[in-house]
């Protein structure tokens, strides 16, 4: 049982009650993927602060306008790496089209980002 878990049995009644009823521990599950996130992921980290203003659009799977600083703080908007305990929320998943599933390429994001500090020289991986 991690911290998460734990603090979800805490503060969710019905949590704590299928908990010593039934046995049952809230599921602990990856944040929901997006198109949007999938496509970051495949950017290396170091790489992802040379994006400078990238902007939310329909085009990218959501339906809001936003502007990142950068596009590190954007992927830590988007769940990457976060768990979702119970029935909790991210912000994100208020934003997003649920039924955009086009798959995103490196020029889509480019076309939604200011500027980069400096020329691209690293591949995108396919998965």
Known sequence: MNQRILREL??????????????????????????????????????RSEFKGVKLSPELGFNSRMQFHTLHQLYEWLGGNKKIVGNQTMPYMSWRNVN??????????LKHTASIRRQLTWPVRDN
Do not use: W, Y
């Open 100 to 109: 955009f599933n086009k798959k995103l390429t490196l020029q889509d994001l």
């Open 10 to 47: 805490s503060r969710s009644a019905s949590a704590m009650v299928d908990f010593h009823l039934l046995g049952k521990l809230p599921s602990c599950v990856n944040a929901p993927a997006t198109p949007l996130r999938d496509l970051i992921e495949q950017i290396p980290p170091r790489a």
